[in-house]
C-alpha cells in the first residue's frame, strides 16, 4: 500500500512541533531543576525534597526511549541539518534555527506559521532575520536554495 505523500509531510510537521514542545519542555524543566539544585546547596531546601521535586520534574517529559522509530528518524534528520546550520551560524537563535530547518525542507510560510505557532507576518520577519544572519541582505535570491547549499557543503556533517 503506497503512502500518501500530504499526509507523510503532514506527520513531519507535527512531529516537528512536538519536538519543539518537547525541547522548550526540557529546556525549562532543566532551568527549574538547576534551581532547586541552587535551593538545596544554599540549604533553603533540603537534599530529599530537592530529590522529590526534580524527580516530579523529570516525569513530566517523555524520555528518549519512548519515542517511536519515527520520531527518532525525523529528530536525528533535524539535529543533523541544525548541527550544519549552527557549524556556519553559530549565532543563530533557537527560533530562527527552527525557521530555518523547516526553510530548508521547502515549507511555505504558512506551513511554517503553524509549526512555529506564530503569524505569516511574523515569519516573514523571521526569515529577513536569517537573511541578515547569512549576509544575504538586499539579495532576492532564494533562501531555500542558499540554506540548502550550506548544508550539503558542511563539512562537519558531511563526513
Known sequence: MATNPTAQ????????????QLKRKREGINRVVEQIAVFASSGAISEVVAKGLTDELRALVRHEDELTQAERDILYRDAKLEQCLRHQFPAMPDHLMVVAICIVDGLST????????KSTKAVDHYRQEIRQIMGLQGDRSSLHRHLTSVVQNCTICNQ
Do not use: P, T
Request: charge should be negative.
Open 110 to 117: 504558512a506551513q511554517i506559521a503553524a509549526i512555529v505557532f
Open 9 to 20: 509531510i503532514d506527520a513531519e510537521q507535527i512531529l516537528r512541533v512536538l519536538h519543539g
